[in-house]
């Protein structure tokens, strides 16, 4: 490759969201890209960026993701058009046992300015949900947070926005350039080897998504962590860590770095019934519910619950697209070819019925029409955390690693705050997702979301 550099002060691995974000907002700290290259094995938006659902909200229980969430949004909100954002809002629609999750949520929200409202009660909820969608069904829905910000964006859209702007600031990016190895020096990188020969640098990057454990481990890190055992003393985030342990391992568990998950989505579409809304474009709306969930097929009780659907208007700008609940699947699976065209990534039919149960469960509209959705199946694989929230620290003094643990798409804005880290250091709004929390048994909040990411 004509222009690859044999050595970068900085060396970015990974073209989606999080490599290219945190070049740019790294050229901006330095006041140039010059002394940056970001390397991408395939092309920009090869990875879990490119195939994302590309849903922008801040329902998130604990309270790092929600900052993280807001500055975020304020980057796709200085350009809606170059992002591809539509602002059209997000709902989330739950039962009773989430309902107090809701106002936590929401009160958060309120104090980091991001504007949202709460509705409690099933009539009350009814009545929201029903301006905006008339069949709306709500039985058993006690809680609707609906967030005013937020929306969702196309996915391209913003990995080429990301990229047009960390070119513009100098940053050079490299597409068909695999990082294959790491050559260590005493604990420190001091060159990746690459498909082009090898690159020298002083601070390597990784926001290698789904592929994060194997940047792990050619970082010669071990793949599994010490984790503070959740029956032993934990301290929640913001609290000084507490762990009693004896010394010889009873307080902790160890727990692979990465777990790969499927997620489970796709993009449906009858002939004649679309989203629409009494007023603008649909906003995305997540349902969860504790009901059975029943087959509008054959009535056939599919899950007992609880379950959970979110949706928007489909990808090709009609119809339906979105997801559910994902599929544990381990600390192994073969990533190659990434996307949707290995079969082993995507949905099969069993999804359809799923997600068109939800969808004829929440509308009046879709039900009785399970024959006649078009489909087009997909989703693709994650990498987890040990606690499901990101890792964003120094993994060696000089390799930082943004493992966004599948949150991420949104979080555009966690560049700024990485770069940031990276030339000043101490960046606090990263406090809690520090790498030491599970040694220390910080944990973060969980809510009662059957989604391993609330
Ligand atoms: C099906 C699906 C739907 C999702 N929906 C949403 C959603 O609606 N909203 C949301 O916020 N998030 C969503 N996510 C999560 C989100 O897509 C990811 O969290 C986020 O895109 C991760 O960004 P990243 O930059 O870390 O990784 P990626 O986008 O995967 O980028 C990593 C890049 O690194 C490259 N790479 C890997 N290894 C190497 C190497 N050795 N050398 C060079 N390059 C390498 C890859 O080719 C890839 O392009 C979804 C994820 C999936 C899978």
């Known amino acids: 490759m004509p222009d690859l550099p044999s050595k970068s002060k900085y060396v970015v691995i990974g073209g989606g969201v999080h490599g290219l974000s945190t070049a740019y907002h790294l050229a901006l700290e330095l006041g140039s890209g ?94 929201h949900m029903r301006a905006i969608f008339p069949d709306w069904n709500g039985a058993g829905i006690e809680a609707v947070l609906h967030e005013r910000q937020g929306g969702w964006a196309e996915t391209m859209k913003t990995v080429e926005n990301l990229a047009r702007l960390a070119r513009s600031q100098g940053v050079r990016i490299f597409e068909g350039v695999e990082v294959t190895g790491i050559d260590l020096h005493d604990g420190l990188v001091h060159s990746v080897e690459t498909n082009e020969g090898p690159i020298e640098t002083e601070l390597l990057i990784a926001g290698a998504g789904p592929w994060s454990g194997h940047v792990w481990r050619m970082l010669g890190l071990p793949p599994e962590v010490k984790v503070a055992r959740k029956d032993r003393p934990t301290s929640p985030i913001g609290a000084a860590p507490r762990i009693e342990g004896d010394g010889n391992g009873a307080a902790y568990e160890t727990k692979p770095i990465v777990t790969y998950w499927k997620l489970q989505e796709g993009d449906y579409w009858l002939d004649d019934v679309e989203l629409t809304t009494t007023n603008g474009e649909a906003p995305v709306v997540h349902l969860d519910h504790v009901v059975p969930l029943v087959s509008d097929r054959d009535g056939r009780v599919i899950d007992e619950g609880p379950w959970g659907i979110y949706y928007k208007i489909g990808k090709r700008g009609y119809g339906v697209q979105g997801g559910g609940v994902p599929i544990k699947l381990g600390p192994e699976f073969e990533l190659e070819p990434y996307g949707h065209g290995n079969p082993d990534h995507v949905v099969g039919d069993e999804f359809t019925d799923y997600f068109t149960a939800g969808l004829a469960w929440a509308h009046g509209r879709f039900r009785g029409r399970s024959g ?20 964003v620290d120094w993994a060696l003094p000089n390799a930082y690693m943004v493992m966004d643990s599948n949150h991420g798409f949104k979080m555009i804005g966690m560049g700024k705050l990485v770069a940031r880290d990276i030339v000043g250091g101490g960046e606090s709004r990263l406090d809690g997702f520090r790498l030491s929390r599970y040694e220390q048994g910080v944990t973060h909040a969980a809510s009662h979301s059957p989604y391993p990411w609330n």
């Open 34 to 127: 010059e002394d940056i290259v970001v390397l991408e094995k395939s092309h920009i938006g090869a990875g879990a960026s490119g195939i994302a659902c590309g849903v922008v909200r801040n329902f998130y229980f604990s309270p790092p993701m929600a900052e993280v969430i807001r500055v975020s949004v304020e980057l796709f909100e200085t350009d809606p058009e170059g992002f591809g954002y539509h602002p059209v809002g997000y709902i989330a629609a739950v039962p009773e046992v989430q309902a107090e999750d809701c106002v936590a949520i929401q009160k958060r929200q309120a104090e980091i300015g991001y504007r949202s409202d709460v509705v409690l009660g099933e009539q009350a909820c009814t009545e």
């Open 372 to 391: 006649e959705w078009h489909t087009d199946p997909h989703g693709g694989i994650g990498a987890f955390t040990p606690d499901n929230y990101p890792v």
